[in-house]
């Protein structure tokens, strides 16, 4: 199956500082990806749609300022949480669908821990 | 916008029996229905999905029905085995080619007792 990564897998920073999550799909490529949180025992929520070339979708209730996308390629989009805070601590995953097999894989997740 | 909701939210089978998951959805328009198997601190991973021009699949001991008219849609898994514990999600998408976003149940968390 198609492989998408991210990086880093962990990351521990202080409040107020920024932060960014990539996200790669490696063999193939994605004119869009998804970004998710999922906070612990928790469902997956969808934070944003992430477009290659044009600007992010983002869920009702996601600050855009706040959550900062950009798709700079074919194969990567960024997640940049700014002005981190304890309560952004989770779980960030991204996806991306390949054309080739029409459906979504899973990057393997970015913990996220804002001390 | 799309609502899923997935019952039972914790499930403990005897190994060897079945488990049943049962999700609904509120949006008319999904035609995709995935469903994903996460262990602790791991990606979800896909196990198997429908479409909405089909009422079952199964890949080995993993099948889904989907019944649109009533808006319901199962992940049955047969001969369970210790490996098969983990959380469990459904989802659903108004896009056939896994292009849209999903929109995912709150997650079973399923227990094999050996």
């Known amino acids: 199956g198609a492989v998408v990564s991210q990086h880093p897998s962990w990351v521990i920073c202080k409040s107020g500082t920024s932060v960014k999550i990539e996200c790669r799909s490696l063999?193939?490529?994605?004119?869009?990806m998804f970004w998710y949180r999922q906070f612990p025992k928790q469902s997956l929520m969808l934070m944003a749609t992430?477009?290659?070339?044009?600007?992010?979708?983002?869920e009702q209730g996601v600050e855009k300022d706040k959550f900062l996308i950009n798709h700079a390629s074919l194969t990567l989009s960024t997640l940049t949480v700014t002005s981190a805070h304890p309560e952004d601590s989770s779980f960030y995953i991204c996806?991306?669908?390949?054309?080739?097999?029409?459906?979504?894989?899973f990057g393997p997740g970015t913990r996220l821990t804002v001390l | 916008g799309e609502n899923v909701e997935q019952h039972p939210s914790t499930l403990s089978v005897q190994e060897g029996d079945s488990a049943v998951i049962k999700c609904t959805y509120s949006?008319?328009?999904?035609?995709?229905f995935p469903w994903y198997k996460q262990e602790l601190g791991k990606r979800p991973q896909l196990i198997i999905d429908?479409?909405?021009?089909?009422g079952e699949k199964k890949d080995q001991r993993i099948a889904v029905t989907l019944n649109k008219t009533a808006k319901h849609f199962s992940l049955h898994i047969t001969e369970t085995q210790p490996e098969d514990s983990a959380v469990y999600f459904c989802?659903?998408?108004?896009?056939?080619?896994?292009?849209?976003?999903?929109?995912f149940g709150t997650g079973t968390r399923l227990t094999i007792i050996p």
């Open positions: 996806s991306a669908p390949s054309g080739r097999t029409d459906t979504q894989y």
């Open positions: 989802a659903a998408s108004r896009g056939n080619f896994g292009n849209e976003k999903l929109t």
């Open positions: 429908i479409r909405s021009n089909v």
């Open positions: 949006d008319s328009a999904s035609n995709y």
């Open positions: 992430s477009n290659e070339g044009s600007k992010a979708t983002y």
């Open positions: 063999d193939f490529q994605a004119t869009t």
